[in-house]
């Protein structure tokens, strides 16, 4: 195995379970724990982590964003972020907002991946620093302290200017009648979610299966406008033909 493969996968488990063990991942990869330990060590170099006795803990935790809800179904918008990377055309030009999901959707892309990004959350530019072929731009605005994302007219004018091959959003709310929705006091989101919609040739909402049938004050979308609704499990057939058939 590779060496950036290995520590991709290092990655991918410490994501997942919130802590890795030098003794297990050796035993996993079937290398030396001198060679994992040099690993995390490069990985802490680069700020992925940090080292602690017998392994490594993330550098620091994912912030919360608007919904702030950080350790609530943990593992599930993993395994949501795990399958939106799944997704990603390298090379292509895509928009990331701003959230918890997506955050770690960023954090999950490859280490080696070519990419050219729009985002407004300064969480997901802090994870795409990271990436050497990952290039960034980052839209101005106005500052949403509480979801860290910019937002406002000087965002969604700066949008004009693209058409994403794919844009990649965060939910509060997917429902199959009043569609994509976010509540009070994050009306500011509103705007710069609908320009991303409509400069995307393919839009993706990554959502764990309880935000399925949510709605709040605030219609970002119709359901018709959304080409994919990203989720950590399938859902009963009633459940999707409901959907048009968009959950994945």
Do not use: H, W
């Not at 919360?64 to 972020?81: L, Q, S």
């Not at 199959?176 to 839009?203: C, H, M, N, W, Y």
Request: with cysteine.
């Amino acid at each position: 195995m590779l060496k950036e493969e290995r520590q991709q996968k290092i990655l991918e488990r410490l994501y997942a379970s919130g802590k890795v063990q030098v003794v297990p991942l050796a035993r996993e990869f079937e290398s030396s724990q001198d060679t994992i330990r040099r690993d995390l060590t490069d990985l802490e170099d680069q700020g992925f982590l940090k080292r602690v006795y017998g392994g490594a803990v993330p550098f620091r935790k994912v912030v919360p964003g608007f919904d702030g809800r950080t350790d609530k179904e943990k593992n599930e918008k993993y395994i949501v972020a795990k399958k939106a990377v799944e997704l990603v055309r390298p090379g292509s030009l895509i928009a990331i907002d701003g959230g918890t999901t997506n955050t770690l959707f960023a954090s999950l892309l490859p280490m080696s991946i070519r990419l050219r990004v729009v985002t407004n959350s300064f969480l997901v530019a802090e994870e795409l620093r990271k990436r050497p072929d990952v290039d960034v731009t980052f839209l101005g605005g106005s500052y949403d302290k509480q979801s860290q994302v910019t937002v406002g007219e000087a965002a969604c004018l700066q949008l004009d200017s693209y058409l994403f091959d794919q844009c990649f959003l965060g939910a509060y709310g997917v429902d199959a009648a009043t569609g994509l929705t976010i509540p009070e006091p994050f009306q500011g989101e509103v705007g710069v979610k609908r320009r991303l919609i409509d400069r995307s040739r393919e839009v993706n909402v990554m959502g764990v299966c309880s935000k399925l049938g949510v709605s709040a004050e605030y219609v970002i979308c119709p359901i018709d406008r959304i080409d994919r609704i990203i989720c950590e499990r399938p859902v009963p057939k009633l459940i999707q033909k409901k959907y048009g058939g968009r959950i994945v």
